[in-house]
């Protein structure tokens, strides 16, 4: 269909003039190259001038060593305006000096195209909405366009059958002003013919559009891309890449004079986000699902998700990141999951002080009145009211469904204080001689467990479902067998 959105895993090549916003006098024809997976490339005949020099009042030119960059490029090709942001020079040939004059060349890379208009910077607010779709959104979004049936007298198949396409009423909902539509966009049926044989073909894909009250940025628009696949990510508990983003323009203000109604103009936006997709892999397994919009509807999720999102994204993308790329070595494993959970903990703002403020402040200056006037300082920074990592990673434990909690390990004071010690090891001595192999392989899983269990219970997941997910997600419940081989023991000094 002439409306798809570019897809983030296909090439694309746009043939045009480009120049620099600061000198439109000063066009350059070239051509524009999108690789998957791999970069935006820019080739130039001609070319923007990218060396550092000084004019001196002499009149000598001093050219130094370094280049410039360029924020933004602009260009026009196959009758689209195109942006371009964070380009770099990656080779430039000038034919100063040669003895039969050409044009010059260069190549620029950049980090981010616009396809479809003139933007002077990633936070001029031009956009009306976001449309992000994402690696299993149709999967989480529990709904389809395709019905099928299949012939069966006397409970046989016949070979007789159907399959049809009936389009779905999206689903909405408004948090703080900024309206989040569940939609589906689906091809026109079609005959694929081959000398082998006809085949049919429909393509439906679920993308996720966001209205915000006012006109957003396109570095704001990324953000709101980002929610969204971190959601996903989290429900289906895989990484999650993005598939295409598109913005649409803000609608003039005058209708055309013809009288033809205003068409939304859209912008395809081609960049590298942080998970490359594999838009024709397989499905996530519904099995390793946490959760979909059938067990947490998508008008209930999506304003707890934005108010969780902000709130606790540094624990997010810490557990995120075991995910989308996992360290090689248990020590770093180790690190990130305690360190998730402690950040968890602190940005829940559970009650921490260990004893009253009071009664905290009467003690540490009596024991000030012991302590020379040179090294109070020093002193009074470490004598805090916080509590231990041991007490964090309790407390922390205790706020999913405590039942769910029980079935994932079998002595929680035991894992706190084996979790507490090796990570102090680790961070105080450089190792963790105290640990098994095995133990720390353990203690990463029931950790990001822990992390993860919380994050649910901020979305609202049933207690239900979370028991569910303990005993019989393929790996919270290996997770859980794990603990209970290794986890067991009577509790430890920390």
Same mark, same amino acid.
């Given at each position: ?96 000096? =040669? ?304 039942? =769910? ?90």
């Amino acid at each position: 269909m002439a409306d798809d959105p570019l897809n983030l895993d296909e090439p694309g090549e746009w043939a045009g003039l480009w120049w620099l916003p600061e000198e439109p006098e000063n066009k350059f024809p070239g051509v524009l190259r999108y690789l998957p997976n791999s970069r935006i490339e820019l080739s130039l005949i001609g070319a923007f001038e990218n060396r550092l020099m000084t004019h001196t009042s002499s009149g000598v030119v001093l050219v130094h060593s370094g280049s410039r960059t360029f924020d933004v490029i602009h260009g026009a090709a196959e009758r689209r305006e195109i942006t371009l942001f964070d380009c770099h020079a990656s080779n430039t040939s000038r034919s100063m000096g =040669a003895r039969v004059k050409t044009p010059d060349k260069q190549t620029l890379v950049a980090s981010t195209a616009l396809i479809g208009v003139h933007v002077s910077d990633e936070d001029e607010a031009r956009f009306a909405a976001a449309e992000v779709s994402v690696e299993d959104l149709t999967l989480w979004a529990s709904s389809s366009i395709f019905e099928a049936t299949l012939g069966m007298p006397d409970g046989v198949p016949d070979g007789s059958g159907t399959i049809s396409v009936k389009p779905i009423d999206s689903q909405s909902v408004t948090v703080d002003g900024t309206q989040f539509v569940l939609a589906h966009l689906h091809t026109l049926p079609f005959f694929d013919h081959r000398r082998s044989g006809t085949t049919g073909r429909v393509r439906d894909t679920a993308f996720v559009r966001i209205v915000p009250a006012e006109a957003l940025s396109f570095r704001t628009a990324l953000q709101s891309a980002s929610l969204i696949q971190d959601l996903v990510a989290l429900a289906t508990h895989r990484a999650a890449g993005v598939i295409w983003l598109r913005l649409e323009l803000v609608r003039d203000e005058q209708a055309p004079s013809d009288g033809r109604p205003l068409l939304r103009r859209k912008v395809d936006v081609l960049y590298s986000p942080p998970v490359s997709t594999e838009r024709d892999a397989d499905a996530a397994d519904p099995r390793r699902v946490f959760f979909t919009c059938e067990s947490l509807p998508f008008e209930q999720v999506v304003p707890r998700w934005v108010g969780a999102h902000q709130r606790l994204q540094s624990a997010t993308n810490m557990i995120m990141g075991l995910r989308y790329a996992p360290a090689r070595y248990i020590e770093s494993n180790l690190l990130t999951a305690v360190g998730a959970a402690e950040v968890l903990h602190r940005r829940l703002s559970i009650d921490e002080a260990p004893m009253p403020t009071t009664e905290f402040k009467q003690m540490r200056a009596a024991m000030l009145e012991h302590v020379p006037e040179q090294h109070q300082d020093r002193f009074r920074g470490v004598i805090r009211n916080d509590p231990t990592l041991r007490d964090r990673l309790i407390a922390l434990a205790n706020r999913p469904d405590a039942e =769910a909690i029980s079935l994932l390990m079998p002595n929680l004071e035991h894992w706190a204080a084996r979790t507490a010690r090796a990570r102090n090891d680790l961070a105080h001595e450089g190792e963790t001689p105290r640990h098994s192999l095995e133990e720390l392989v353990v203690i990463v899983e029931v950790t990001t467990a822990v992390v993860i269990l919380n994050l649910l219970h901020e979305l609202g997941l049933s207690a239900e479902r979370q028991r569910e997910l303990v005993g019989e997600h393929p790996q919270l419940s290996t997770t859980a067998e794990r603990a209970t081989e290794l986890l067991a023991g009577p509790p430890a000094e920390s």
